[in-house]
Structures are given as structure tokens and as C-alpha cells.
T-cell receptor, first 115, second 112 residues
Framework: GAGVSQSPSNKVTEKGKDVELRCDPISGHTALYWYRQSLGQGLEFLIYFQGNSAPDKSGLPSDRFSAERTGGSVSTLTIQRTQQEDSAVYLC?????????????FGEGSRLTVL | AQSVTQLGSHVSVSEGALVLLRCNYSSSVPPYLFWYVQYPNQGLQLLLKYTSAATLVKGINGFEAEFKKSETSFHLTKPSAHMSDAAEYFCAVSERTYKYIFGTGTRLKVLA
């Protein structure tokens, strides 16, 4: 596709269940980001992938959160044993390079609701 | 460390009136600054960016922003609001690395 694709667009789960969120970046974009958007909180950085380099995981809020990027393309964000405070919109973004002057291209997000 | 403050979580303007959305930043190095817009149920898209060239930056949809180092500000303006401008606007700063820090957003409402 032409843009960043995220799935599912909406996910409702029960507390304690695991969830996986998928991001398919724009073809050729080497940089990939995950952000969390909570109501009134802005965008919270979670993790950054750049090519084959080790990811920057410094924004992951707990060890229940993990992410992978396979083959330098598709990324999966996994949240284990979900808690109600994990409810948010999870946004994926990609860019051509390290992104310091470049534009970030965002997907439409995955809205997670934990009951 | 860099940070961004957006003054006013909600701003209302009449159609045809001036739009002014405020952003102040903190950065230990000359920053790169960005404004993104998010329409309902969509991802963010870039409106404009400042990367140390001209201090007055023009973006899409008639928006512009001026970098003022002395005031550490990067306010977003548009001379005449249109109903289609109703959205949430985010200011972001980068210290010329891959890390972007986003503000908490300003929701713009345009009144008919």
C-alpha cells in the first residue's frame, strides 16, 4: 500500500490477555516508530527501529511490552497480560532515514480497549 | 533534554478568524521543530517543519509558523479559519536525532 498500514484498527480485550498489534511501514522506509496516544497525554514514544541496528526500547513502559521488526519491514508490538491502563491508541510511524529532519508518516493507529 | 509545551488544550475560533496555536520548546541544541495535524480517526500528517533555514515556514492548507529563538516559540498561525481546519494539532521537537518529542496537542474547533 501507499501508506503505513496498521491492524487491527480496533481491539477490545479482557484484562490479563495478550494482544498483538501490527504495523506495515511504507516500502523502503528504514526507520519505524511506535507511539502510544492516551487521552490528553499527547504521543508517548515507545520504541524505535532503524535498519538492522539494535532498537531503542527506552520508551517501553514495562516488561509486558515488546516489539519486533522482521526483515526490516513489518513490526509487531506485543502487550502481555494487558491492564486497563494499557487502553490507548497505538500509532506506528515510518520514515526514510533516521528522521532527524525527515517527515514521519503515521498509520491510522490501533485503538486498544482493555476491559 | 528537549520538551514541548502547547498552551491551550482546546481553542475555538469563528470561521474566517485568525488561528493561533501556541508552542514553546526547550532544547539544549538548535532544534528542529514540527507541526502535525490529526483529523478524527486518522494518523498524524505533517503540516510544516523548521530545520534551521528560513525562520518563517509555510506549510500546507495555508498554515505557517515562525521560529523565534529569543522566545523559544514556534507558534502556528492561519489568517482565516475554515471549517475543515477542525482537528487536533501537535507540535514536536527534535534535537537533530531520531527522537521526536510531541506536545500534548491542541484541539481546534471552528465555529460557523
Amino acid at each position: 500500500g501507499a501508506g503505513v498500514s496498521q491492524s487491527p484498527s480496533n481491539k477490545v480485550t479482557e484484562k490479563g490477555k495478550d494482544v498483538e498489534l501490527r504495523c506495515d511501514p511504507i516500502s523502503g522506509h528504514t526507520a519505524l516508530y511506535w507511539y502510544r496516544q492516551s487521552l490528553g497525554q499527547g504521543l508517548e514514544f515507545l520504541i524505535y527501529f532503524q535498519g538492522n541496528s539494535a532498537p531503542d526500547k527506552s520508551g517501553l513502559p514495562s516488561d509486558r511490552f515488546s516489539a519486533e521488526r522482521t526483515g526490516g519491514s513489518v513490526s509487531t508490538l506485543t502487550i502481555q497480560r494487558t491492564q486497563q491502563e494499557d487502553s490507548a491508541v497505538y500509532l506506528c510511524a515510518s520514515s526514510l532515514a533516521q528522521g532527524n529532519t525527515g517527515e514521519l508518516f503515521f498509520g491510522e493507529g490501533s485503538r486498544l480497549t482493555v476491559l | 533534554a528537549q520538551s514541548v509545551t502547547q498552551l491551550g488544550s482546546h481553542v475555538s475560533v469563528s470561521e474566517g478568524a485568525l488561528v493561533l496555536l501556541r508552542c514553546n520548546y526547550s532544547s539544549s541544541v538548535p532544534p528542529y521543530l514540527f507541526w502535525y495535524v490529526q483529523y478524527p480517526n486518522q494518523g498524524l500528517q505533517l503540516l510544516l517543519k523548521y530545520t534551521s533555514a528560513a525562520t518563517l515556514v509555510k506549510g500546507i492548507n495555508g498554515f505557517e509558523a515562525e521560529f523565534k529563538k529569543s522566545e523559544t516559540s514556534f507558534h502556528l498561525t492561519k489568517p482565516s479559519a475554515h471549517m475543515s481546519d477542525a482537528a487536533e494539532y501537535f507540535c514536536a521537537v527534535s534535537e537533530r536525532t531520531y527522537k521526536y518529542i510531541f506536545g500534548t496537542g491542541t484541539r481546534l474547533k471552528v465555529l460557523a
